[in-house]
């Protein structure tokens, strides 16, 4: 008989085939059986590295430079592309960077639009 591997949030030994995916009856966690259990540990250390929109890696207080001109609500002018940025601080969620940005103030900036200086 084929053994199915543990469902990888909650160890339950339950699994199930359910067409390209393998199911966990008891957490309802859904996975592709060729990511396997070791990539579970893979995914969190791909979550801790934040990359710039040319693939270097970003730590906190680096400086960057923003590559975009960004419109920002509720100030007069926009946020020029070539803006330097010093100091930032990574955090987790839609808007990686915290920073404050002189004439702007304080604000959140994607990784994507910016490019370590």
């Known amino acids: 008989m084929n053994e199915l591997p543990p469902c990888p949030e909650c160890e339950s030994v339950y699994t199930y085939p359910d067409g390209a995916l393998l199911m966990c009856p008891e957490c309802a966690h859904e996975w592709s059986p060729d990511a396997g259990a070791a990539s579970s540990g893979e995914a969190v250390d791909d979550g801790d590295v934040y990359r710039d929109s040319v693939g270097n890696v970003l730590q906190d207080g680096d400086d960057v430079i923003v590559v975009k001109t960004l419109k920002v609500k509720g100030a007069q ?41």
């Open 77 to 117: 002018k926009a946020l020029k592309a070539g803006t330097k940025v010093r100091n930032i601080r990574l955090v987790g969620g839609d808007h990686d960077i915290d920073c404050k940005i002189p004439g702007f103030g304080p604000m959140k900036l994607k990784t994507s639009i910016v490019k370590k200086a």
